[in-house]
C-alpha cells in the first residue's frame, strides 16, 4: 500500500515564499524518484522538481534559482522550498513517488491529492 500525501500551499502574495511537504508511506516498496509536479486548469501537469534515491536533483527551468528540493530518506518526505513566487507559479502542486516493490523492476507513479499555490500580484 502506497499513500502519498502533501500539505503546505495556500495564498502568498508576489515576491514571497512558501513551502510544499509531502510524506510517502511505502511499505513493502523501495522508492525511488520523488518529486513536485503543478499543473493549471486546461493544461498538462508539468514537472518543476525531482530528485532520485541517490540525490540527484532536478529542477525545471523556470524555478531555476527560486525553488529547492529537499528528500529525508529516513522520513520518506520531500519537501519544496519556494522563494521569489510569481504569479505564474499558481497552480496545484502534487506530490510524486515512485516506487518499486523489492525484489522488483517495474516502477509505478503515486500521486499525491495535490495542494493550490496561489500568487497574488
Known amino acids: 500500500q502506497v499513500q502519498v500525501v502533501e500539505s503546505g500551499g495556500g495564498l502568498v502574495q508576489a515576491g514571497g515564499s512558501l513551502s510544499l511537504s509531502c510524506v510517502v508511506s511505502a511499505s513493502g516498496f523501495t522508492i525511488e524518484t520523488m518529486g513536485w509536479y503543478r499543473q493549471v486548469p486546461g493544461t498538462q501537469r508539468e514537472l518543476v522538481a525531482a530528485?532520485?534515491?541517490?540525490?540527484?536533483?532536478t529542477i525545471e527551468d523556470s524555478v531555476l534559482g527560486r525553488f529547492a528540493i529537499a528528500r529525508d530518506w529516513v522520513k520518506n518526505t520531500v519537501n519544496l522550498h519556494m522563494t521569489s513566487l510569481k504569479s505564474e507559479d499558481t497552480a496545484v502542486y502534487y506530490c510524486?513517488?515512485?516506487?518499486?516493490?523489492?525484489?522488483?523492476?517495474?516502477?509505478?507513479?503515486?500521486w499525491g491529492q495535490g495542494t493550490q499555490v496561489t500568487v497574488s500580484s
Open positions: 530528485i532520485t534515491r541517490g540525490g540527484t536533483p
Open positions: 510524486s513517488a515512485e516506487v518499486r516493490r523489492y525484489g522488483g523492476t517495474d516502477r509505478v507513479n503515486y
